[in-house]
RNA sequence: GGCGCAUUCGUCUAGCGGCCUAGGACACCGCCCUCUCAAGGCGGAGAUCAGGGGUUCGAAUCCCCUAUGCGCUACCA
């Protein structure tokens, strides 16, 4: 097995948005293929009818995409193992179902779903340690299958699971885990629609298509004993099996909408960069070392390797992920942010703002805001003063802490006549303003922050002198005279 | 309940028997820079390595037990 190359595969469920944990689940195998040189494979395996959502395929395969996530085969580009679809597959599995029957390794059970919960029900009131399926059909005789048949009960097919001895396997990062079979229940391989379970589906496609490792999420963990037996009985060489540590809420659980944004394209949306998402996810589960964490995706590729997976779950951070975000965003060329910005702008911005937005103008800001911004839909909102008419602030925020009305109106028509002279550049602007303030007698600091509260409407900004330059002195003098009304009212 | 996996600063992690009086990063606090906010620089606080037993000259690192957390326990994946 070792020997064989490395194809790995990717087998998203298209039961609703691309999960973040799913996603880093492709990432490591796709890190993990590209690294040996071996195939990524995109597999879809839409085996449960009932949970299918219109769409989630290609939100599945346009957040891989996004990330620049490439497939070597799949279920858009086809490939020598097809097809990727595991609907389209169907034959396949019944036939191995049929054949699993015939071997004795299988079983038809004719169960309700009705006697099946009444069951466990009664099993959990006992208190039984078991509460899976009793076996009541593993046992039935040619008549009494007759007569079920006869009542016109399509049955499933269930696993003959060993009654005794013990199945280990050895996983790639945990080491040797091994379980009682005891412990282990008939599990259904066919579903009475015609369609398989993921363990059957799985093991199947997973030998068909040669997958050399199966990457995948710890949850799993616990069922790959099943899978274990099901390679035996079909005389299938098992993969090497890797069970990747889970992403985890706030709360230490399997993290899920209520921890917030889960699906990768909200990311998108909010404006991450897919090198911050890429980078960050990594580090979610695996480190080079005592202190690298900023890589690119060819550093990443360079370095990955399974052995530097960590076992335990993580705490998917927030906090981090806006910082990396932040750095990566202030490690842009100036070009390259305005037209990552751009439709963030067009998209977020006030309406009263012009469409389209001037790109010569966010061109003149992107100095004054790169190293402030952490993502770029909140830049619309932080920096919407640059392209509004009048920022909208209440009147005390110009007076501060210790700022009398009277002080600060008189120190606005002052700045106000020495502006009207002015041509509006940083430099000219602060050799005119610089003394004022000692004229009038103001802490600079205390000045400045009266006109950025004027001219931005907020106490926080990029530096004055040259916001107001970018504002130029027509908006700049519309704002002081606003902020003297809202003052004298 | 049963089975499995895991357990190092609040968080992500380094550590695979002596280099650890446990290193880095995010967050936090302070100082510097400074017209505010950032960014940046410097510094600080923060983990008796879940607890208890062993093994060893020596353990965060190996073994056992306990506790806790998480996962699985579907005709879902």
């Not at 009818?49 to 085969?73: H, P, Q």
């Not at 945990?174 to 599990?187: A, I, Y």
């Not at 060329?333 to 703002?353: A, D, M, N, Q």
Request: charged residues 25%; contains cysteine; hydrophobic residues 40%.
């Amino acid at each position: 097995m070792s020997e064989r190359n490395v194809r790995v595969r990717f087998a998203p469920s298209p039961t609703g948005y691309p999960h973040i944990g799913n996603i880093r689940t492709a990432l490591f195998n796709w890190l993990f293929a590209r690294h040996s040189g071996g195939s990524f494979i995109v597999r879809i395996e839409d085996t449960d009818v009932s949970r299918k959502v219109k769409g989630a395929i290609e939100a599945i395969l346009d957040g891989l995409r996004w990330l620049g996530i490439d497939w070597d085969e799949g279920p858009d580009i086809g490939g020598d193992y097809g097809p990727y679809f595991q609907s389209q597959r169907l034959d396949i599995y019944q036939k191995i179902a049929r054949l699993l029957v015939a071997d004795g390794y299988a079983y038809y059970c004719y169960c309700s779903p009705g006697r099946l919960a009444k069951m466990r029900a009664e099993m959990a009131e006992r208190k039984e340690s078991t509460r899976s399926y009793d076996r009541h059909c593993r046992n039935l005789s040619q008549e009494e299958r007759d007569k079920f048949e006869a009542q016109g009960i399509t049955p499933v097919v269930r696993f003959k699971t060993p009654l005794d001895g013990e199945t280990s396997f050895n996983d790639l990062i945990k080491g040797e885990v091994t379980f009682d079979n005891s412990t282990l229940d008939d599990f259904v391989l066919l579903k009475s629609d015609g369609y398989p379970t993921y363990h059957l589906a799985n093991i199947v496609d997973d030998h068909l298509m040669e997958i050399s490792h199966v990457l995948r999420a710890d949850e799993w963990l616990s069922s790959t004993p099943r899978h274990i037996l099901l390679y035996s009985a079909l005389a299938y060489e098992p993969p090497l099996f890797t069970h990747l540590p889970m992403i985890l809420g706030s709360d230490g659980s399997k993290l899920s909408k209520r921890h917030g944004a889960v699906s990768i394209t909200e990311y998108r949306d909010q404006g991450y960069l897919p090198q911050a998402m890429i980078n960050f996810l990594t580090l979610l589960g695996w480190s080079l070392d005592d202190r690298t964490e900023l890589f690119t995706t060819e550093e990443l590729v360079r370095h990955f390797s399974l052995e530097r997976i960590s076992k335990t779950g993580a705490i998917f951070s927030q906090d981090k992920l806006m910082w990396m975000n932040g750095h990566y965003i202030r490690n842009m060329s100036p070009g390259e942010l305005r037209e990552h910005l751009l439709p963030f702008l067009e998209k977020h911005l006030p309406e009263e703002v012009k469409r389209p937005v001037s790109r010569e103008y966010v061109q003149q800001i992107i100095p004054l805001i790169q190293e402030r911004l952490t993502t770029f839909k909140e830049a619309a909102d932080q920096f919407a003063f640059f392209f509004i008419d009048q920022p909208d602030y209440e009147p005390d925020l110009l007076l501060g802490k210790k700022l009398t009305r009277e002080a600060a109106i008189a120190a606005l028509v002052d700045a106000l006549t020495q502006l009207r002279k002015l041509t509006f550049e940083a430099s000219s602007l602060e050799l005119a303003l610089r003394p004022l303030a000692s004229e009038l007698g103001m802490k600079t600091g205390d000045f400045f922050g009266l006109l950025r509260v004027a001219t931005t409407g907020s106490t926080a900004a990029p530096p004055l002198f040259q916001t107001m330059a970018v504002l130029g002195k027509d908006k700049c003098l519309k704002r002081i005279e606003a902020a003297l009304d809202k003052l004298r009212r």
